[in-house]
């Protein structure tokens, strides 16, 4: 069974400064170096219509797993995550991310809208985890969740302090 989370999150950088960050190679490299590097770029390219769309993934090798997915999974387990942010109208951006986990029952898939509220930008995002396996999948899904809340806000301020510095 799946779980869907619906969450929120506000930044001091406006919409129009965060999708000029995502359309740099530079910053998703730095991302992904400021947080583990674990995660490798595979793809990154840019539409006609401003689009950006980036595939990163993830090698989460027994040593970097929770432990409760090392006792599932013993054999190397990877996590690709396939993202699309598109500009839908003056201060919106549209998010569309998936992730699916190669080596394990795993997938996930979320929608983010970056609005402007009257100062900085505000995300909304509802994402759904399903993990198919029998007894646990519940706990992974959870725990995927509880991450992904944790994270966002923590990835939001990396990206409104490489705005500063790189702008």
Request: glycine residues 10%; charged residues 20%.
């Amino acid at each position: 069974m799946a779980r869907t989370f619906d969450f929120s999150v506000e930044s001091t950088v406006s919409v129009e400064e965060i999708h000029s960050a995502f359309a740099e190679e530079d910053y998703w490299l730095a991302r992904l170096a400021t947080f583990g590097g674990i995660g490798k770029l595979d793809s990154f390219a840019i539409d006609t219509s401003g689009a950006v769309h980036v595939v990163i993934v993830q090698d989460l090798r027994n040593d970097l797993m929770p432990g409760l997915f090392a006792k599932l999974y013993p054999r190397d387990l990877a996590v690709v995550q396939d993202e699309t942010w598109s500009l839908v109208g003056s201060g919106l951006v549209r998010g569309e991310v998936s992730t699916a986990a190669r080596g394990a029952p795993g997938s996930g898939s979320g929608t983010v809208l970056l609005a402007a509220p009257p100062s900085g930008s505000r995300l909304n995002c509802t994402a759904t985890a399903k993990v198919k396996v029998p007894l646990v999948g519940g706990k992974i899904e959870s725990l995927v969740g509880r991450q992904m809340v944790e994270e966002t806000p923590v990835m939001l301020r990396f990206t409104a302090q490489w705005i500063m510095e790189n702008a």
